[in-house]
Each structure stands twice: as C-alpha cells, then as structure tokens.
C-alpha cells in the first residue's frame, strides 16, 4: 500500500486566495482525519470522518476552513480566503475504529 | 480528550537510555496509552501501545504503573536517529477516536 497520499506538498499562495487540499486514505480506513501543526500550537485535530461523514468539526478555526469526503478514497480540505496565520503543516491520517491512526507526509502551506 | 502531560523537551548523548513520563491523571478504566514518535519533517507514526505493567517492542518499552496515573516511554540505547518528537496519547472509549496531540516531547540526541 502506498499509504496516506497528500497533495500539494508545498503550497505557496498569497492573502486571499483559495487553496486546496488533498488527500487519499488508505483503502479499506474508514475514519480520516485532518490536522494541522505549528509551532505555537502544536499538532492539532480540525475535523475526522466517519465513513465519508463529518463526525467532529469542532476544531476547525472558522467558517473560512472547510472540509468534504465525496468518497471513501478522497477528501480535501479548502481555505477560503487564506490568511498568512493559516501557514502551517497541514496533515491528513486515516484508521480504523480506536486502532492506530497512518499519517500522510502533510502539506507546508505558507501564505503570504 | 483524556488531557495528558508531559516535558516539552530532553536532550541526552547517544548510547544512553532515555525514559519520557507522560502525566494522565484522568485517565479511565477503558482507555489505553499510546505514543506516537515524529521526525521532522514527517507526520507522526504510532510506536507503542499498553494498557498496564510493561509492553516491549522493538522500538521501546512502555512502563505503566498500577494506577495508571502515569505512563514512561523508554528508549534503550538512542542513537542520533531518535531525534524526534514523542507524543503521549490516551485513547479509549471515553476518550473517542480523536486524538490531541499537543507538543509533545521533544528529544535531540547528540554525539
């Protein structure tokens, strides 16, 4: 297996901007989760699915972030407008119910 | 979230064995400890798991007491590749599947 893919993995943009994220699980995971680390704040968790279902959103910033799950093999996570306080290593992990959580690479977002 | 706690930093010389205490005061009967191990650059992988006494892999070994109010991470003999961060986790069903990470400890192993 190829493991948690993520995509871009650099992405420079400036204020204001859209920018997207991407990330395929592992086949056969069927929770995924988004995170984000910096480091003032550490490895934090944004929001996780549950068989393509949004379960907890209660880490996501503000309305500006949003994630979506189409499939059981792909989700993204959009900012919109980026801001430069969004510079960060955005990663995504996916898993089995309470077993070990399999990250992906992660992308470095800066924005100027 | 089970909150856990533990050094933001150690440093130790190569050759030396290195034991992390990670704080979980609130931790409940069905969950477990985990450590998740990071190198820069890279997202986290899971090293080890236990829910009482010892568990041993071939990565480290987790001491658990019998209150469970505490875990330690030891790492026999670093080398200068287990620079890394090194996160303690509670996980369970109270706890859910979400997991907070937080800073971590941050290990720099020096010649």
């Known amino acids: 297996d190829a493991g948690v893919i993520q995509s871009p993995r650099h992405e420079v943009t400036e204020m204001g901007q859209e920018v997207t994220l991407r990330c395929k699980p592992i086949s056969g995971h069927d929770y995924l989760f988004w995170y984000r680390q910096t480091m003032m704040r550490g490895l934090e968790l944004l929001i996780y699915f549950n068989n393509n279902v949004p379960i907890d959103d209660s880490g996501m910033p503000e309305d500006r972030f949003s994630a979506k799950m189409p499939n059981a093999s792909f989700s993204t996570l959009k900012i919109q407008p980026s801001e430069p306080r969004d510079s960060a290593v955005y990663f995504c992990a996916s898993g089995s119910y309470q077993e070990t959580q399999y990250f992906g690479p992660g992308t470095r977002l800066l924005v100027l | 979230l089970a909150k856990t706690t533990q050094p933001i930093s150690m440093d130790s010389y190569e050759g030396q064995e290195v034991n992390i205490t990670c704080s979980h005061n609130?931790?409940?009967?069905?969950?477990?400890i985990t450590w998740y191990q990071q190198f820069p650059s890279q997202g986290p992988r899971f090293i080890i798991q236990?829910?009482?006494t010892k568990v041993t892999n071939e990565v480290a070994s987790l001491f658990i007491p019998a209150d469970r109010k505490s875990s330690t991470l030891s790492l026999p003999r670093v080398s200068l590749s287990d620079t890394a961060v090194y996160y303690c986790?509670?996980?369970?069903?109270?706890?859910?599947?979400?997991?907070?990470f937080g800073k971590g400890t941050s290990l720099l192993v020096t010649p």
């Open positions: 609130n931790i409940a009967t069905n969950d477990y």
């Open positions: 236990g829910y009482k």
């Open positions: 986790l509670v996980v369970g069903a109270n706890s859910g599947y979400a997991l907070n």
